[in-house]
């Protein structure tokens, strides 16, 4: 058994009325191995977000189940939906969400407060998540007076403090400058390096050169993969490309 | 040219949850205009008893009608303007003009206008026959069944609110025309700091409200000027400390609960706790408009119904025979003053030609003492006219034979011996009296009331005595009083009145100087209707403006459940996705929106008990004494109000969950 296996997912969106149908997801299956760093890659309209959105319970499937970690997350109904997403997952998105009026520390907190910690307990746990990614010093601040870089890293202290099963990353590096960003994905990787279950969701070749494998989504079907072994980042960053550059152009792959 | 209009007409649907409010509104406060201008020239409003004064105050009602319509729709129409920055900055952007967009307004202006009118004048007839049978009901008159359209108040509804409603179109323009497009589009959601708690404006808040409330609970009723001056002057205050505490109290109140980590770190109220601290701010001034209405709708409805609760107490204090003739006598030109004889003679004569039942008429001496515990000195004051001090008392001195002639008793007194009637609320406490003319009496309390009409709202006591003669020197004035049942009219009555005058009239004597007589005929009839007149109107304002306020107070509620609604939306999407359950979200913002909507509230009720004191005051001026019946209204209305905002409250909160919850 893998740590997150997804099979045969399908997702058919309806409009209100029954009338038109859209396919977002014909037939989806992988698996995720604990300590993984899998990243997905698609087009706009590919179905990746439609994937995310299944995996972070967020929606549900067709057909098809999702188990992670021995949990079906079919069998979770709409209302435990919620706590099951703040006790097994955490959540990097592409613009950052955090909440304005929460200065960065309680913006972090703020998953160990809704599984109803206490204040005592919680508050050194902050201070370590933020150490681990530099951002010690801006826990009194609010999200305006910090960049964007530094809020994508608070963003991923809140989704790192809860101890998650997977992290879900949708677009992690979408709205960064591409030095945020590269130190974003160090971040990342040193995370996963320490064991921590990532699938990422992005656009991005050189965000998706970053992680072990990289699958490749299109027409709502996982079309290939590439697993990134022993090469390098550069090399990987090739291939991703190469990969790519095929799917656009309408290229079989062998 | 047809694509203002099909733009004006789309930009109200599509704005509906704004526009829907504010059009149910406007025609509400239309139908209430007319319902108003109509009864002001109501025939059968004229016949009842004071219909007439009755009438006229319902004319000036009108323009006080108008003025509040003004003022809520102005602002109702500034948050739905605002709420529309983004919509006229896309359509700015996407190339009209500001003239153009103007346009579009004036097509809206006038769809508003026109569909208002419309419900408003349909249900002002639908509803002004019941409220004619109200107010008829209330002024005690007798309800005739009809049906009938006012052309004037039609044609005032037409021509007031086609004003107002252009001054609003003024102002949506001037708003309009000030605002850049780039900034229309992001006039909302600009990250900012959480505002600071300003001791120094919350501190000015509490001590204004201090200020106020000592201003009215130091109200003396023995100064009439006092009462009413002491509450004018206290109502800015009170309006200005509210504003400020709510704008910087509650500031600061949200600071000291984050600074509790227990409290704030707690799954209840930590979203709220934060929302609020940023938010206050900017909805304290709300919340203190709410509060500041809602203080109000209260002090009106209670003190409106406790006085017309007490018109009849009122009266049969006052007259306790139908018709009663007072007397004041002096000698043309002073050159001497008229004694208790003399006076009694003139009443006793002027009884004389008085047919009527349960006749009684008789003489007193009237003088203001100081003093207490049984000692007091007379102070030369007139108790008609001058100012009284803290410890002045009336006193009215009759002598025992008129209170045996009255009363049929037949009783004795000592020369030292007096019997005592307390007339006001307080009390006599001591056992003897002195006037500080080395007589000493001993005093024995009776239950006595001879008459109460200018009842003096201080201390005032009867004294019956053998002799009496040795105080006329001091008195302030010997009045005479002639008193007896008889269904009397108006014409009647000043008949009566002049045939005395002519009596004493034939009475002078060449050479001689004439008494000045002043000779005024009460009737219980008379007053009653000159009270239920004002009172009736008084109430059926207070009632009409309650509905107005009410009607703003909970549109001002829910525009901001809805305008929060949206600016929140955002954030409860990403408290979903990192997984706050439905529930929580449901308890967040049951908390929040309790304690925002509570709070109005709770400042109203402590404002409104303040001011229950000056009602009270105010009460004792017009001679109504009865506080358990003031008591029981405030209660009553409190309880009912508190049902009513609930209920609004309610409504409106639902409003607010569905839009966060993206429904």
Redesign the interface.
Known sequence: MSYLEVQNLKKIYTTRFGGNKVQALTNVSFNVEQGEFVAIMGESGSGKTTLLNLV?A?DKATEGSIVLDGTDLAAIGD?KA??????N?G?V?QEF??????TVE?NI???L????K???D??PKAKEVANRLGIADLLGK????ISGGQKQRAACA?ALITDPKIILADEPTGALDSRSSDELLNQFASINAQGQTILMVTHSVKAASRASRVLFIKDGVIFHQLYKGESSDTAFYQKISDTLTMLTTGGDIA | MRLYPRLAVNSIKSNRQLYFPYILMSSGIIAIFYIMAALSESEEIKACKGGHSLVTLLGYSIYIIAFFALLFMFFTNSFVIKRRTKEFGLYNILGMNKKNIAGIMVWETLIMYASSLAAGLVMGILFSELAQAGLVKLAQGTNRLGFSISLFGVKYAVLVFAGIFFLIFLNSVRVVSFSNPAQMIRAENL????PRANYVIGILGLVLIAAAYVLVLTINNRDSNMVILNFVWAVFPVIAGTYFIFIAGSVLLCKIMQKN??Y????KH??SV??M??RMKRSGAGLATIAILTTMVLIMLTSTICFYSQIQSVLDSDFPRQNVFVGTFGIEDDSRKITLAEAEDLAERTSSLIDGEDLVWYSKINFVANGANGEYKITGKNERHDAFDKNDSVFSLIPLSTYNRITGNNISLADDEVLLSSLSLNKFKSDSLSFGDGRDYKVKPIEFDLYSHGRYYIDNYLVVMNDVSSYEASASGITSFVMFNKDMSDKEISALGKKIYNEFKSDEKEGETPYRLNFECDSRDVMEEEFISIYTGLIFLGIVLTILFLAATILLMYYRQISEGHEDYG?YR???????????IRTTVDSMTLITFLSPLVAAIVHTSVAMYFVYQFMILQGMFDIRSLFLTAATVYLAFTVVYFICYKLTSRSYLKIVNGI
Request: hydrophobic share 40%.
């Open positions: 972070a967020l209302s919620a706590s099951f997403r703040r006790d997952l959540f998105f969400n955090l909440l304005d009026t929460f309680d907190l703020l998953p407060v809704l599984q109803g206490k204040a005592s919680i508050k609010y999200p305006f007076e809140r | 990250g900012e700091k959480p980590g227990n704030y770190y707690n799954k930590f979203v934060a929302n601290a940023f954030k990403i408290l979903k996705n990192i997984g706050m359950t439905a529930k929580d």
